[in-house]
């Protein structure tokens, strides 16, 4: 449900990068960034890729997660997408993507 809202905010969101003269602005995407609940938050990372990555939290955390999330992708592109028996399809099942996930976000309160 997540994807598909935020997909629908991509198209709908007017784009101002086209009178700029960088070509890369054109490559970013402009889904939902950030949902805002009561006591809690979710946050997408969108990469160029077209994989969006979502994570849930209290909203008084205060950190900047999207650095976080970004370090997600890496190690899924690094673990998951380089294993030559795995799908796209496939649910991730990786003890090492896991226990590097476990570390990334241990050090959060």
Do not use: W
């Not at 997909?7 to 490559?27: A, D, G, R, Y």
């Not at 889904?31 to 006591?39: A, M």
């Not at 190690?75 to 226990?99: G, Q, T, V």
């Amino acid at each position: 449900m997540l994807h598909g809202i935020s997909t629908i905010s991509e198209k709908i969101n007017v784009n101002s990068s086209l009178n700029t003269k960088n070509i890369f602005k054109l490559l970013e995407k402009k889904g939902i960034e950030t949902i805002e609940g009561n006591g809690f938050k979710i946050q997408c990372y969108d990469t160029l890729t077209g994989i969006k990555i979502f994570a849930v939290h209290k909203d008084d955390l205060n950190i900047e997660l999207n650095k976080y999330l970004k370090r997600v992708y890496e190690l899924y592109s690094d673990i998951i997408l380089k294993n030559p028996f795995y799908d796209i399809d496939m649910p991730i099942r990786s003890e090492a993507f896991n226990e590097h996930i476990d570390n990334l976000f241990s050090n959060i309160n």
